[in-house]
């Protein structure tokens, strides 16, 4: 088999600098054999993606064959993989009989070993997202405190910026606690990647009023309220399905159910306005001429609806920084999932989640984290 540049099979140290991970280059492992499209996709927006960030290095995993293409890049490191988790493959088969795919060997990246760092900041990658969910909490197990991952992405609102919702699917059943600690894990990707010290926090309920929802919802709530009052997080209180739009909050939490049903209604309305305005100007000449008025503005509605431009759901409460693209990205909307993986490695969410989640757990009645030992962390010297 041809030799491709720089395999790595080891973790490989990270030079230290004054970035808030302590490292002056923020290193990617990418899965590029994930999703619907393969390196077809994944290479083409690993190579925008170092072109954008000069002080961002990456480590493409997948079949030797698909990363030839790849050979010679600056700042790109390929690393073979034997195996390759297919969307429709169960989790029983991701875990136990792929022990070599390109997914699992890209989220062992983030993983340091006894006594050396882990190769990389964070991974990304656009596979099926049952198995990435398993995968990644086999090889890197939950921090302290925290029961269960979640998967949290953005949304647009009408204030022209986004709205960051948890959990979208991985948690069909969620108790209160489950819910805080949502909650918490939220208000840290948001303070890292958007910039927001004190993101407001909505739950997701069908109504505003404290005494509405389920038992579980209402106990969440005061769960939320106590975390609020001890100035853990900034609780907002109840909110319900449209203010995820409206952007009444930045952050809003619920159940994995709840959250999966919300985001795929949203992608439904947003794919028919768009077919709808479509059909509308293309009726006759009349409507094309008035299209043909009205471009600049269409081009600019598109450009907000644009679901590519949200990808890069952020696997949250896990030893190790894990992104999920959606398994039908382009090379655009793949790229958007690794500028977000880039933000959140830049701004220590890693860090700031452990630190948030203790302190949280710690202050309420009844809560006990015995394990106080920190999150993975990337060190070293070149």
Known sequence: MQRLTTFLRMPTPIPMSSTSTGASV???AIDCMGGDHGPSVTLPAAKAFLAAHPRAEVILIGLPDALK???GWP??????????VSMGDSVEVALRRKKDSSMRVAIAQVKPGADVAAAAHACVSAGNTGALMAVARYVLKTLEGIDRPAIAAVLPNQLGTFTTVLDLGANVDCTAEHLLQFAVMGSALVAAVDGKENPSVGL???GEEAIKGSETIKRAGELLRAASTSGHINFYGNVEGNDIFK???DLVVCDGFVGNVALK??????SMMSNIIKQEFTRNVFTRMAALIAMPVLKHFKARMDPRRYGGGALLGLRGLVFKAHGSSDAFAFEQALNR???AASHGLLELAHDSILSTLASL??????DVSGPAQISGTA
């Open 265 to 270: 209604t949203a992608e439904g309305v947003a």
């Open 26 to 28: 923020i290193r990617l």
């Open 69 to 71: 293409p790849a050979v």
């Open 204 to 206: 997701l309920n069908i």
């Open 365 to 370: 009645p009844g809560v006990a984290v015995d």
């Open 75 to 84: 700042r790109c490191h390929l690393l073979p993989a034997s195996e390759v």
């Open 341 to 343: 993986a880039f933000e």
């Open 247 to 249: 952007g009444t909050t």
